[in-house]
């Protein structure tokens, strides 16, 4: 496997690589326009070869009114001028490939924007034309279809329709979406969305794209046969296993298109990679993740997980399982652009109602930002050394918490805007990257940033913690690299402790990984010490920690 000269030339690279995930308008802006961009990623890719990464996975860069943070697409096959052009897109990605870093887009197959051409055209269309069949438009019911036509939910608004009139639709027709209404669904038993999706797919693979992270991959097909079904279970807040027969969720056609999609990843050398995002069922999972489909699916059990040894042992166990199921890797992650930031839940205490806390400005309880990180670091450090993939949101190798204070009239999360302000949302895990201690916008770039840094930004940012062997940012670096240099057959066995709150499990190489999650100091085991999240003391393990060594 070469990494001298850009990318290795491994077909398996995909099944444990350590992939890092860029949300674009967060992450380094060279425009000035106060939103990260293309030339951004491309002007950090030395601090991107600094971490030994294998991939990087764009969230959704195209045009976009960001109504959903860009997951709301105008356009599937161009870049959205506020991030840059084509030509950007290209040349960031030579640069990253001549560094030996893969590349990810974001897909997003369930909805379009309410902007995109298909959709103005839909709404400008008589109900029955071809138009409008490439939604899911309906009649409502009620004497003069005054009522949406099912009672299903959106997962951002009370109900999962919209008439049309809002988009000044002169019909009286309603159009399903399962997130804002700026996000209509798109009808997957019309061939022609299938089609352009393909289309859309061989843009960017021929592009040189090497992966794709299927958004939402669960929900595209829907049980669409009249009369429509009313809502037999909230599908979507609690996956079912129900035999792929469900409304909206999780139905077996959906393997149907992603056989399709596995055709064309597969006749490009080296085959185009995808990891799908199904909150389904888990039994449902390794369905999505076969190599006759995405191949892989992101596992999203550590992001809840207790902090402690027996529910990390539990993820594990379950994850592995399944991924020998169907020859797929796992896929690990702590965080990702959905999420409160990892060190925040690990710093507040367990019995805190994080979604209560968020909504009233962090005010409610302190956060322990020393050991929110300690922890987030040592969870980090410990799912580096299991076989399989590893997911890295931007910003958490620097152990960054949570934004909780946005001031009202800044948030841009649909989830806040169209919940009648009963959820905060997720912009404060979505605020630009400190890269300098201190100066305009923590050198994220000129122009104010589209969501505000706090104060206390400049003590996580690159600059601060760069070179300091101790800081996160430091060890993150060590634990990717020796990663690199250790990663071996996709194996784990585990190694009693004496104490309960102390995980060790080693690889069939030697490659011995120990955690102390809560407690007193735990005896380091006998070994040499390749990396450890916090000093030894007096030979001991210190609480929130963990060690890699060689038996
Ligand atoms: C999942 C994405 O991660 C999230 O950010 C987005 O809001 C929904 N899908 C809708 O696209």
């Known amino acids: 496997m070469s990494l001298s000269h850009g990318l290795s030339t491994d077909k398996n690279w995909w099944r444990q690589a350590a992939i890092y995930q860029i949300y674009p308008r967060s992450f380094a802006d060279a425009d000035g326009n106060g939103i990260g961009d293309l030339k951004g990623v491309t002007s950090r890719v030395d601090y991107l070869k600094s971490l030994s990464l294998d991939a990087v996975w764009l969230s959704p860069f195209y045009p976009s009114a960001l109504a959903d943070g860009g997951y709301d697409v105008d356009d599937y096959r161009n870049v959205d001028p506020k991030l840059g052009t084509l030509d950007d897109f ?17 897909i997003v197959p369930n909805h379009s924007s309410n902007l995109h051409q298909w959709f103005k055209d839909a709404i400008a269309s008589a109900p029955g034309s071809a138009e409008r069949n490439r939604y899911i438009f309906r009649d409502g019911r009620g004497a003069n279809g005054e009522l949406p036509p099912t009672d299903w939910p959106s997962h951002f608004a009370p109900s999962a329709w919209t008439h049309e009139s809002v988009w000044g639709g002169e019909g009286n027709q309603w159009y399903m979406h399962w997130f804002a209404p700026e ?31 299927i958004d939402v991959a669960h929900a595209l097909k829907k049980d669409l046969s009249e009369p429509l079904r009313m809502r037999a279970t909230m599908e979507y807040e609690e996956p079912r296993d129900l ?40 039994s449902r999972l390794p369905l999505y993740a076969s190599e006759e489909t995405l191949g892989q699916c992101f596992d999203f059990r550590f992001i809840d997980a207790t902090f402690d040894s027996a529910s990390f042992k539990h ?22 652009h959905d ?4 060190a925040t839940k690990q710093g507040l205490h367990p019995v805190v109602d994080r979604d209560e806390w968020l909504l009233g400005n962090g005010t409610s309880h302190p956060v322990d930002f020393e050991i929110g990180t300690q922890c987030s670091v040592a969870a980090n450090v410990f799912i580096l050394a299991l076989p399989g993939c590893t997911y890295i949101y931007q910003g958490d190798e620097l152990g960054i918490h949570e934004v909780a204070d946005i001031p009202e009239d800044q948030i841009q999360d649909p989830i806040y805007l169209r919940n009648h302000k009963k959820a905060k949302g997720r912009d404060g895990a979505r605020v630009p990257l400190p890269w300098t201690r201190a100066g305009e916008n923590f050198g994220f770039g000129d122009g104010s940033p589209h969501l505000p840094q706090p104060e206390w930004f400049g003590s996580y940012s690159v600059e601060a913690e760069d070179g300091v062997p101790e800081s996160p ?8 690299k020796l990663r690199r240099e250790l990663q071996c057959a996709e194996e784990i066995t585990w190694h009693k402790t004496s104490r309960e709150n102390v995980l060790h499990f080693s690889r ?7 955690t102390n999650f809560k407690g007193g100091r735990y005896p380091m085991p006998k070994g040499e010490v390749l990396l450890t999240t916090q000093p030894l003391v007096d030979g001991k393990i210190p609480s929130g920690t963990t060690v890699w060594f060689k038996a």
Not at 508 to 514: E, L, R, T, V
Request: aromatic share 12%.
């Open 339 to 342: 999420q409160m930031r990892y």
């Open 90 to 106: 290209d040349e960031m990605l030579a640069a990253l490939h001549n560094v030996g870093i893969r590349v990810f887009v974001d």
């Open 508 to 514: 069939p190489n030697g490659w011995n990984c120990i």
């Open 473 to 480: 940012l430091e060890i993150f670096r060590k634990a990717l």
């Open 243 to 282: 035999n792929g027969t469900g409304i909206l969720m999780d139905r077996n056609e959906v393997l149907e298109v992603y056989k399709t999609w596995r055709t064309l990843f597969n006749s490009y050398d080296p085959p185009r990679v995808a990891v799908a995002e199904a909150n389904v069922h888990p």
């Open 183 to 213: 996000q209509p669904d798109w009808n997957w038993d019309n061939p022609e969305v299938e089609a352009d999706f393909l289309a859309t797919l061989k843009f960017w693979a021929d592009r040189g794209v090497d992966g794709f992270r």
């Open 315 to 336: 993820c594990v166990t379950d994850s592995l399982e399944m991924a020998k199921k169907n020859n797929s890797s796992t896929t690990w992650t702590l965080g990702n």
